[in-house]
């Protein structure tokens, strides 16, 4: 029963952080990581007194939850995205996307090429930093614009569509990190263009399915008698197509979120897609997620902010530089004043859930653990990223309610 002792505990944390992270204006997630940060803070403090959560970590069964934490988040991910919004959004959202993603990725994999030890797997902690400042969150950015009213403005369909062209990216990159981790080291041209080879593959296997299977599917499941059968009918794609990503040499997320995709309100009626919907959300966001984002949380080793400060400091300023020059810099050359591209800038300087994801897989995969004996800088890494997810998520709403306020 250890396990049901565990996910009482958490749930009850992360849903008090949760609301009060709410109630402050910020995202729930915010709160759910901090809740984890402090719950950790007790735990390894008082371990004699909790010993069951001391030793979570490494409990395999938590393992197995958090995975399924992450799978769902991915496949409401891909669930909540407007496929087309993803083909309609402008040149100028393109435009922004690839400068808020290329800038920032380049400055994160300079700077650990630069400070990070040299080891058998520096390549794929250099690839690891880049991927992780490219990234935006979406759902922060999101929240702020509703809040101001400012969602369906020019500014604010600019932010979302390339924050969500960001992430949709940021899962190729995924994919191409996973390949590198599991040979330690960046690729040569064969290797990498093998790589390629099987993403473009398995984009090519799920668009086919997707475009042609799924609407088939769609109509049998409306003559389905039993219960939830549409609900199983999605998981069940969910899961071959996670299973097909692993089989490719990717991560099963990047299945469950093209999954997702797919899954629209045409495959089946739109009542039985917004039942479907509900029961995602509440099983994710009410159960899951914040088991997961506490799970990082206490992962995370406040000691990096005395053992590595400067390095921490770093990390957050490049982050931030490189997501306010690289998509602010793209906004001017679209056409926007300087005070809306700065908004731009901000609107996607957020990290949030697919960064934090990444970095649970790099920890997973050993990606901290060389050269040895491990520098501070490797040691405290995953640290300092989850730092600077937080860093930039608690400074975006407040700095873009400002920016936007001014227009």
Same mark, same amino acid.
């Given at each position: 029963m250890s396990i049901i002792y565990i996910l009482l505990v958490l749930l009850i944390v992360t849903r008090i952080f949760g609301e009060v992270s709410e109630r402050l204006g910020q995202p729930a997630l915010l709160g759910e990581l901090v809740s984890g940060i402090c719950l950790g803070i007790v735990v390894h403090?008082?371990?004699?007194?909790?010993?069951?959560?001391?030793?979570?970590?490494?409990?395999? !069964?938590?393992? &197995?939850?958090?995975?399924?934490? #992450?799978? /769902?988040?991915?496949?409401? *991910?891909?669930?909540? @995205?407007?496929?087309?919004?993803?083909?309609?959004?402008?040149?100028?959202? !393109?435009?922004? &996307?690839?400068?808020?993603?290329? #800038?920032? /990725?380049?400055?994160?994999? *300079?700077?650990?090429? @630069?400070?990070?030890?040299?080891?058998?797997?520096?390549g794929a902690q250099v690839l690891f930093l880049g991927t992780v400042m490219a990234v935006t969150a979406v759902p922060v950015s999101v929240k702020t614009l509703m809040d101001l009213g400012k969602l369906e403005s020019r500014i604010g369909q600019i932010i979302v569509s390339a924050a969500v062209i960001d992430d949709t990216l940021s899962l190729v990159l995924l994919a191409v990190l996973t390949g590198v981790m599991q040979t330690g080291s960046i690729p040569d041209i064969s290797s990498l263009g093998l790589l390629l080879g099987k993403v473009i593959l398995f984009f090519a296997i799920a668009g086919l399915l997707g475009q042609y299977l799924f609407p088939r599917v769609g109509s049998l499941l409306k003559?389905?008698?039993?219960?939830?059968?549409?609900?199983?009918?999605?998981?069940?794609?969910?899961?071959?197509?996670?299973?097909l990503a692993e089989e490719l040499g990717m991560h099963f997320i990047l299945g469950a979120f093209i999954a997702g995709l797919f899954f629209r309100r045409k495959t089946i009626d739109s009542k039985?897609?917004?039942?479907?919907?509900?029961?995602?959300?509440?099983?994710?966001?009410?159960?899951?997620?914040?088991?997961?984002?506490?799970?990082?949380?206490?992962?995370?080793?406040?000691?990096?902010?005395?053992?590595?400060?400067g390095f921490v400091l770093l990390l957050i300023l490049i982050a931030t530089v490189g997501k306010v020059f690289g998509a602010g810099l793209s906004a001017r050359v679209i056409g926007l004043s300087v005070r809306e591209s700065a908004?731009?800038?901000?609107?996607?300087?957020?990290?949030?859930?697919?960064?934090?994801?990444?970095?649970?897989?790099?920890?997973?995969?050993?990606?901290?653990?060389?050269?040895?004996?491990?520098p501070p800088s490797i040691n405290y890494l995953f640290s300092a990223v989850v730092i600077m997810a937080i860093v930039t998520t608690l400074m975006t709403p407040p700095v873009l309610k400002w920016s936007l306020q001014k227009q």
């Open positions: 403090h008082f371990d004699q007194s909790f010993p069951v959560l001391a030793n979570l970590t490494s409990n395999e !069964v938590f393992s &197995a939850i958090t995975d399924l934490g #992450i799978f /769902f988040l991915m496949l409401l *991910g891909g669930l909540e @995205l407007q496929p087309v919004r993803l083909l309609k959004a402008s040149k100028g959202a !393109v435009i922004v &996307a690839t400068g808020g993603m290329l #800038i920032p /990725f380049a400055l994160g994999a *300079g700077f650990a090429a @630069l400070l990070l030890p040299q080891s058998s797997i520096h003559k389905s008698q039993s219960e939830e059968f549409e609900f199983s009918m999605l998981l069940v794609a969910a899961m071959a197509y996670a299973l039985t897609f917004d039942g479907i919907m509900t029961k995602t959300k509440g099983l994710t966001t009410g159960f899951l997620a914040p088991i997961f984002f506490a799970s990082i949380g206490m992962h995370l080793d406040l000691a990096a902010l005395w053992h590595i400060p908004a731009v800038g901000v609107g996607m300087n957020a990290r949030g859930a697919v960064e934090l994801i990444i970095a649970d897989i790099a920890l997973r995969a050993g990606i901290f653990s060389a050269p040895v004996p491990v």
